[in-house]
């Protein structure tokens, strides 16, 4: 229940981000990006639109495990899209700040660990 939960959360914060990139970008932006100039942020709206895409793919990705009724199946999409999740939050926290580790990645890297570990538990048991 814990590793549903957890991904719902993934898919939640993704729809989050598809809305901030692809409807907000030039209002709630500079508010939350305070480091960047204001100016930036009307110039780049179609390439934040773009990214706010991506998101909405990962999160609908992370929705369509719960309508997968084999458990494995479920669980190997999952493990799919939490892992392009994890990789976009440490490529963000490598590139552009800190923060979008905590955010991004590690809720992804919490729920493909507790995959694995009642994999593991599963399989020896």
């Known amino acids: 229940m814990l590793i549903k939960i957890l991904i719902g959360l993934v898919a939640f914060l993704h729809l989050y981000f598809l809305y901030f990139e692809m409807f907000a970008w030039t209002t709630k932006g500079p508010k939350i990006f305070r480091n960047f100039s204001k100016e930036l942020f009307q110039p780049t709206k179609a390439m934040a639109a773009n990214q706010g895409l ?42 552009v700040t800190k923060k979008i580790f905590f955010i991004q990645a590690l809720p992804a890297i919490i729920a493909i660990v507790l995959i694995l570990i009642k994999n593991f538990f599963l399989h020896f048991n």
């Open 54 to 95: 991506y998101n909405g793919f990962l999160a609908a990705g992370l929705i369509w495990t719960y309508f997968i009724t084999d458990d494995r199946w479920a669980e190997n999409i999952a493990l799919f899209f939490l892992g392009c999740v994890a990789t976009a939050g440490i490529y963000g926290a490598l590139t």
